[in-house]
Structures are given as structure tokens and as C-alpha cells.
């Protein structure tokens, strides 16, 4: 489900390489489209009804998903009434870590960003400390799931 390691290593490089976030967005159809964002994220044009799913890099690794990232995968999931993957990924050393995330379309969202947005903004003051703190809170929820995944690189 996800796009080829080839393609995630050139869209991460291409990442590494601007400090850019770059979304890939996987169609039903077998078409995708590739968006560059900015370096603090954004936004970008796609009708969610025909999205199968999402795939987007981070410049920093980070140990959780952020909380624009569930709540991406929350309206997602909200227009296609299941849950459809949403998938982060930085490089950290000679690793790719990806993040799975995968929002229920009945999750209480205002809850989320209520208990999420405390944390996001720890997150400058101590980056290790909090975003673990933030990925244990989302691991609890029944509502969210999220699966880490490691590849090697050479």
C-alpha cells in the first residue's frame, strides 16, 4: 500500500535536501499526485473521495506522529467513513521510520486536539521528552492507531 522504496527514498532526499514536507497522495484509480509543501507543513488540493491513502514526509524525525497529522487522517477518514491510512516518514541516520496512522471516523476530534495541543506546544522546550509522552497518550485511545515501521537503508 505504500509507494515504492525508490520513490520514498527520492521524495525523502528531495526532503533532506530543502527541508521541505512533500505528500504523496495515492488515488483508487492507481494515479497519485505529488505536493510540496512548505517548511512548516500546509496545505494541499485533493478530493479525499477518491484518495486510497496519504503518504507524506517529515524533515525532522520525530517519535509520534503530529497532531496536524491525526487530524488529516481523522477528515479522511470522516469523508470515506472507515478508516484510510495516512502515512508519515522521516529518515533518521541510515533508517526510513514510517508512521501508519489510522483515524476513526467517530473519534471525538475537539477531545484529541484538546489533550494533543498541550503537548505539541512542550514539544519545542524538549523535543525526545514530550513527543514520547505524546505518542504514549495516542497509543492509549482506542480511536487511533498507529503502527511504527523501520526500513534499512544500505
Known sequence: MLPDIETIRRLLEFTERTKKEVVYVKYEDGSYNIFTLDVTGGFFPVNLHLVEYIFHTHPVARYTPSLADIITAYRLSRV?????????????????????????????IDEIINQMSIIENLIVSDFEKYSKIQHYKLLSRRDISITRFTIKLD
Open 80 to 108: 470515506k467513513g472507515k478508516p484510510i491510512p495516512l502515512y508519515t516518514a522521516c529518515k533518521l541516520n541510515n533508517e526510513v521510520i514510517i508512521y501508519e496512522i489510522a483515524v476513526s471516523p467517530y473519534a471525538n
